[in-house]
């Protein structure tokens, strides 16, 4: 098992967003978790990651995690490669490793073009792609998603859940956040978040 939550819950205020939230991932499956804008699902991703922290429960993890933000971490006067070096230093990652995934990542995404340009100057879909290869980068065994094909067009899709398949059967966990799942049968388990509570 690389992560199970047990009995999460967080209000702000009156609001109690999630109310008692358990669920487990294990390794080499692909989960999904959907719900209505505003249901809760980017906090719920937020305490799995560690950047909030529940009113209560509790969170496991087991191994690398990557993490993939709905929206986009990029500094927009930095260059797509001036990324794969700074957040190759933040993951402690060393230069001929870093250089080669993110060739990888560059080919199988398919935007080595723009490797030398400057965020500001990238369309959304091509910036969600630097995004999506920034949680890729150092090989996670846990990789948590929220909505992160937003802005992709087909070719990318597809090219996105080509990647996922490889992980999946490196035994990388997967997490899947989206208010819109339209092909469930790639996933093992799927959970619906209503009032707080995950069924």
Known sequence: MIFNSEHIAKSFGRNKVLKDVSFKLDAGTITGIVGENGSGKSVLMEIIVGIRNADKGTVNKNGRIGYCPQRAMLFPHLTVQEHFIYFSVAYGIDKELSKRRS?????????????????????????????????LLHEPDLLILDEPYNG??????????????????????????THLLSEKERLDHIYELENGILI
Do not use: M, P
Request: with cysteine; proline share 0%; hydrophobic share 30%.
């Open 103 to 135: 060739e990888e990542l560059l080919h199988h995404f398919n935007y080595k073009k723009y490797q030398q340009e400057k965020i500001i100057n990238l369309s959304g879909g091509t910036q969600q792609k630097l995004n999506l290869s920034i949680s």
């Open 152 to 177: 992709f067009d087909w070719d990318t899709y597809q090219r996105f859940w080509d990647y996922t398949n490889h992980l999946k059967k490196r035994g990388c966990a997967i997490l899947i956040v």
